[in-house]
């Protein structure tokens, strides 16, 4: 239920970003080349707007949208790493490997987070909190402020331990889910569907393919192949015959393709 | 010493599959609590700092404008305007398909999102008309690679991050050796055609050209909307992108309405996804570079290596096989990251254009994407047509070995790459 709405409010969160960041920078744009033409009325207008602060939001609304928007890759499994060695190992020793990868996601970001927050704490956060609740002490630093918005930096980059912190819990959160059934996330609408399909899905994703680029999980079946080292010169009539095989079985087991 | 222990411990890390940015991080943060003085705040401060620069906020922009024109409409247009140019050569409709995957290129900074937007459409169709899957496969998974290679091209906007580079400059560096690399794949296409007597498309008349031509100029416009703004200096390179992702979106749902409106903030959502993905690369990469910078590991392998006597044709030699070599391992916007910053420094050194030398990376990078354990490009095709990578494989070794001799001319004869931005007097 919480984690529903926070799944949700991740989602929202970066999506507004993304396009908010895009419309800010196609406004400002607009308003430097359309400030120049003189439109009588219009020009004087546009003349009383500064959009010199365009740049600075771009930058911070997607440095919040990449910190937050990591913490959900952990959640789609977009996130990509040196998986040739390990997708070549059998299942028990792979879990162990996929595990420590989580784990290891899970220690990074929850150090950052830790680091970033005694930052943030330290530059401003602390000053701000205590002076809101009128308990100001003297020599509390009160942190400095951004050049164009003139917003606290704390605020701004509060984005490090908050996201962070959201990241290593979606880390523990894989790792959990992996250990309990075996599956890793992955993108719904990652595989284009087959050759009578001409209308590819509006969230294709082409880092969520078969590479080996990430795991396989424990339920992972290659498209048209199964992949074991051993065969990998195969005759074409034996392609063939894997091909229909890895269809069969595929159906037979009902993971991916239910969804094809 | 150091630099042994980190990448030896970046290496270890990474093999082990964990996501590529947390194995820098980590990295990075071993470093730190063992081995030197740095202080953590600084390292902290890094971690927003990083990618603080509006050069890099190109790279979720043209994900974004990639996003909305992947969806059928642009494809589907210089598709035809391609077929009604070409089709009627040998080769027919992959020749077509290269070209179509050329002008895709200049609208889009990604090679897989190329070979989805225009392999989705062109191979079925050339199933169809009685090509052989394996010969569709091999065009366009090959064909996509210009994506990187012709502007606009994310990898670029990477590597201009990593050494501070002029993204304009790479941009215009990019169109000669795009062009060439388009017309190698179309020789190649035309002679494997010719040679197995594959169908040809009837021959198409001006007036057709022309209609085919006219539907698809809202895409082609973007060409000259990002090209010409940066190079006229209307636009820097990120609002270029901005303006292209608000036009992309403006063509994909009110011009010729593929998509509704409803559909946008999936497409929002799946871009900032994965621009997110590379982003937090970058911000660990920048980190891993400040930390070698900081223990001035660059300079000392450069001075290693001119030490050696290595000359300039044998490190341009060994940067492509270590690049190479690579590409079998990573992706590209990581390789780019973690060997860029390394490698520049030696390359100034022998006197290589900064330009030149990231043009020779992003030709390396197109390699590696053609061919498995982790060629996108091959599992992006293996998900179109559900062939596996075994055959896939096979399917394009004449394009790959193309690519390889291409790959040979662009590292040694750099004014290919580099007489376009002089001529313009963008470098």
Redesign the interface.
Known sequence: MINKALNHLE?LL??F???G???I??VA?LHR?LAGVEIPGLQDWLLTLNFGWA?EL??IM??W??????A??VR?G??????????RLDESKRTK??I???L??A???G??AT??G??VW?NGAHYAIFNFFGMAGEDLFEGPTTPDLEWPTWA??S??PLGSSLMCFRFLQVAWDFIKTGELPHHDH???D???????P??????S?????H?HDLKHE????R?DGGD???T?AA?AE??RG?ADRRNGNGDRGDKQ | MNALVIFGLLAALMLTGMPVSISLGLTVLTFLFTMTQVPLESVALKLFTGIEKFEIMAIPFFILAGNFLTHGGVAKRMINFATSMVGHWYGGLGLAGVLACALFAAVSGSSPATVVAIGSILLPAMVKAGFPNRFGAGVIATSGALGILIPPSIVMVMYSVATNTSVGALFMAGVIPGLVLAATLGGVTWFRAKKNNYPRQPKASWAQRWVAFRRSVWGLLLIVVVMGGIYTGIFTPTEAAAMSAVYAFIVAVFIYKDMGLKDVPKVLLNSANMSAMLLYIITNAVLFSFIMTNENIPQALADWMLGHGLGMITFLLVVNVLLLLAGNFMEPSSIVLIFAPILFPVAVKLGIDPVHFGILMVVNMEVGMCHPPVGLNLYVASGITKMGITELTVAVWPWLLSMLVFLGVVTYWPTMSIWLPKTLGMM
Do not use: S, W
């Open positions: 989602e970066v999506t970003l993304m396009g960041a895009t419309v920078i196609f744009v080349y740049q771009c930058i997607f440095v949208m990449a910190k937050f928007g990591a959900y890759g789609t977009i996130h990509v790493g040196v998986d040739v060695l390990i997708n490997f996929i420590f990868g989580l290891a996601g220690l990074f970001t150090t950052v680091l970033g005694r930052f330290e701004v980059y984005a490090i990652g595989h284009v087959g050759l009578e399909e001409e209308h590819v509006v969230d294709v994703d082409v880092y393919m078969d590479d080996n680029l795991p290659m498209v048209g192949e992949r990998r010169r195969q074409k392609v894997e091909r890895g």
